[in-house]
């Protein structure tokens, strides 16, 4: 392939990258407005069903409002390109959560003991630090 042709295809993969960028901004705006408007007009809707307990401002009205504003704006997003790669991303998490290794008991003692050795260290310099520039202010003062 000459490199006449090899820009070209770069210049069009790069055309065809902005324009999933421009629609994936779409779908954003569209959630964000969707997301917003459920948040509004969700509670009202609740109290002209005659859920009237729910609409008084209560804490399950406030958690039914955010639940119905979260799954309209997950579905939304559904048909956006993101959406896609965040699926991949969790498969991929969920892959790595396969591969670690739960640390033995031997290993979860020694470095708790140097966590707790370093922070009474830094603890130490801190006291440290505080009554050196305590003595020096109080001696400024006087």
């Not at 779409?26 to 005659?50: E, N, Q, T």
């Not at 048909?79 to 892959?95: I, V």
């Not at 370093?118 to 130490?124: E, G, H, I, K, R």
Request: glycine residues 8%; positive net charge; without cysteine.
């Amino acid at each position: 392939m000459s490199n006449i042709q090899a820009k070209g295809n770069i210049e069009r993969k790069s055309g065809s990258t902005q324009v999933k960028g421009k629609s994936d901004m779409l779908f954003y705006v569209v959630a964000v407005v969707v997301v917003a408007a459920s948040l509004i007009f969700m509670p009202k809707v609740l109290g002209f069903a005659g859920v009237s307990f729910l609409a008084a401002g209560s804490g399950l009205n406030k958690l039914l409002t955010f639940i119905v504003a979260a799954v309209l704006g997950w579905v939304s997003l559904l048909s956006s390109q993101s959406y896609k790669d965040f699926l991949a991303l969790a498969k991929g998490a969920r892959t790595e959560w396969r591969k670690t290794v739960k640390p033995d008991r031997d290993m979860v003692t020694k470095t708790t003991m140097m966590v707790l050795v370093l922070v009474a260290l830094f603890a130490l310099l801190i006291l440290l630090l505080d009554w050196i520039f305590g003595s020096i202010l109080l001696n400024l003062l006087v």
